[in-house]
């Protein structure tokens, strides 16, 4: 028993849960737990338990892949039970049209990933930019001479175009890294054709917005990975 039924409002207790799929006693490993007011946050263990520290006055907040946000108010939660259960929704997918396309030989599919456009994992400049050629010429131009004058806001063509592919690179790191066909082998558990099958899948037929954070990428990465298996028995079944 917890003993906290008479706790006040501002009152610490700890909770023992469990986070349960509704209507069935299927436990939800490794989900995301936290408390809104205090912002941490624990894990569930392999059997969907855990423990946290809340107020009455707080609020429980749970996250995972293929479920739906849960939020649970502590005032509400039967604090007499010893393990409290936390019933969540598994989260629906629709899924949207989708090429399927027919390759005559694996040869054919490895050249077709092989020459189609993806997304870059290093960018460079085509060409060399003399830092001091560009400042002596600019302070030419300008009348300025002198070691001690700034250049101020003065950027030629071509540095204007080798910061923006900078920034486009910047853009894209955080996708490049976690999509990345090791982290992708590691994730899908897949190998050889079938995971350069599911590269091209993400790559080509998916705009996933590069500004994401991680947990929110890997769960746009998740749901175009259930839409790749969804294909994958469709096409089995017919």
């Known amino acids: ?26 436990e939800v490993p490794f989900a995301f737990i936290a408390n809104s007011a205090t912002g941490i946050g624990k894990e ?20 995972c892949m293929g479920y739906e946000d849960g939020v649970w108010p502590v005032a509400e939660l039967d ?8 019933e969540v929704q598994p989260k629906q997918y629709a899924l949207e049209a989708v090429d399927v396309l027919w390759f005559r030989s694996y040869a ?10 993806m997304m870059p994992t290093k960018m460079h400049m085509p060409i060399h930019i003399d830092m001091k050629e560009l400042n002596a010429i600019a302070k030419a131009e300008s009348g300025m001479f002198g ?11 071509e540095e204007k ?5 900078l920034a486009y690179e910047s853009l894209y790191s955080n996708f490049n890294r976690l999509a990345s066909r090791e ?4 994730f899908t558990k897949f190998q050889g054709g ?41 096409t089995i079944a017919n």
């Open 183 to 186: 982290n992708l082998q590691v």
């Open 1 to 26: 028993m917890f003993g906290n039924v008479q706790a006040q409002e501002n009152e610490t207790i700890h909770i023992y849960g469990k986070v349960e799929v509704s209507n069935t006693e299927e």
């Open 194 to 234: 079938k995971l350069d099958s599911f590269i091209v899948f993400l790559r080509s037929k998916h705009n996933i917005d590069p500004k994401l954070p991680d947990y929110e990428m890997m769960e746009a990465i998740n749901l175009v990975y259930e839409e790749f298996l969804a294909l994958q028995t469709d």
């Open 147 to 157: 070691g001690g004058i700034s250049m101020g806001t003065y950027r030629t063509k």
């Open 44 to 63: 569930t263990n392999d059997k969907g338990l855990f423990k946290i520290q809340v107020c009455l006055s707080d609020t429980i907040l749970f996250r």
């Open 161 to 165: 175009q080798y910061a923006k592919l």
């Open 79 to 86: 604090l007499d039970q010893t393990i409290i259960i936390l």
């Open 108 to 117: 054919t599919f490895r050249h077709k990933i092989a020459n189609m456009d």
